[in-house]
C-alpha cells in the first residue's frame, strides 16, 4: 500500500525520531536517538472540546440509524466497515465515506490515499534531474547520480502504490548514462590535453 | 502583517521545494511548494505542542556543492599548470564553479538555524543561513506569540 508521510506529533528535528513525552522539556535537550541536541520549549495546549449538535429529534420513521448517534438519521455507510452513519458522523474527505474509527485506523496507517493532501513524486524530481543533467551538460554526472537515487526511490514509491515502474526504470538508464556519458567526456578532455 | 492579515516570519528552501511561514491572528500559515505542487497548512497557536531551534550544518548540501567545487578547482588548477598560456581557461573554471564554492564556504561557516513549530496536527518549519539574530528572534516571538494564546485560553493554568 502506499506510504504516506503522516505527521505524527513532535520528534527531533534533526532525526525525526518520535520523542517521547517524557523527554519533551523545556531547555536543551538532547536526542537520544541521534545525539544531537536542540533547545526546545513545550506547551501544553488545551484539549478541545467538541460538542456534536443534534440535526433531528427523531428519525423519521423507517428510516436507518446512525450508529452512534441514535437520534440522527443515516445518510450514508462507511466504506470499510459497513456501519450506517449520520452527516455528523461521515468523514468523507473525498476519499469516500467512512465512519470515524475507520477513518482514524486508515489515516493512522497512512492508507487513506485520497485523504493526503500531497505526497513527493521522486519520480517527476528524477526526471527534472535528467533534463537538468542534459540541459547543463556539464553538470551531467551530479545530475545523473541524483536522478538514479530518485529514480530508485520512485521505483519504490510505484511499487508500492502499485502502479506502473517503467518510467523510474527508464529514467534510472538514462541517469546511468548520464553519469557514463559525463565521466567519458572528462576521459575524453584529459587524454586529449596529455595528449597534445 | 500585509493586506491579508499576515505576515512572513520564516521560511525554508531545499533542493525540492520551498516552505513559507506566515503568522497570523490564529497562528501559522504554511505554504508549501513542492515542484509544481502547492500545500496549505495551519499550525495554530492553541495546538502548539513544542517550539524548537538548533543549528545544522546539512551534509547533503555540503557534499554536493562540495563536489561540484572540486570538480571546478580540479580543472582550474589543472589548466592553471598544466602550460603558462592556459591560465584563461582555469579563470573561465573558477568564474563557473563559484557560486558552487561560496555556497559551500557560507554553510560550512554560518551553518543552519532551523526554528521548527511542532502542533498536533502539523509543524512548521524555517531555516535561517545567515541572520542567526533573526533566528532566536524568531524563536521567542513564537514562543511569546503561542504563550500568550494559550494563556488567554486557558488562564488558569497559567502561574
Known sequence: MAEIAVYRGPHCPRCRATVPDAWLTDGTVICPECGGDFEATRFTPVERKVEATRIIDEAPEGANLCAN????????????????????????????????????????????????????????LARSAVIAGVLIWFLSIPFGAVAMYWALKGRRQRREMGRKTFAPILILILGAL??????????????????? | MNETGRKLV?????????????QTAEGFEVVKTENYEVEELRVFFDDVMMVTIHREVGVLFLVFT??????????????????????????????????????????????????TIFGRRSKATMRFRIRKQ??????????????????????????
Open chain 2, 66 to 115: 562540495g563536489l561540484i567545487s572540486l570538480f571546478f578547482i580540479a580543472f582550474a588548477l589543472f589548466f592553471f599548470f598544466v602550460d603558462d598560456d592556459t591560465w584563461p581557461a582555469s579563470l573561465i573554471f573558477l568564474v563557473l564553479g563559484s557560486p558552487a564554492i561560496v555556497a559551500f564556504l557560507v554553510r560550512a561557516i554560518f551553518r543552519i538555524d532551523v526554528v
Open chain 2, 10 to 22: 520564516g521560511k525554508s528552501t531545499s533542493l525540492s521545494g520551498r516552505e513559507m511561514v506566515y
Open chain 1, 69 to 124: 448517534h441514535a437520534r440522527n438519521a443515516a445518510v450514508t455507510s462507511c466504506q470499510r466497515c459497513g456501519l450506517f452513519i449520520c452527516s455528523l458522523c461521515d468523514m468523507n474527505v473525498g476519499s469516500g465515506s467512512y465512519c470515524p474509527s475507520c477513518f482514524s485506523k486508515l489515516h493512522t496507517e497512512g492508507t487513506l490515499g485520497d485523504a493526503a493532501r500531497r505526497y513527493r513524486d521522486y519520480t517527476l
Open chain 2, 134 to 159: 533573526r533566528a532566536r528572534e524568531v524563536y521567542e516571538q513564537v514562543c511569546a506569540a503561542v504563550r500568550e494564546a494559550q494563556r488567554r485560553r486557558d488562564p488558569v493554568s497559567e502561574p
Open chain 1, 178 to 196: 548520464q553519469v557514463i556519458g559525463g565521466l567519458a567526456l572528462i576521459a575524453v578532455i584529459v587524454y586529449t590535453l596529455v595528449k597534445s
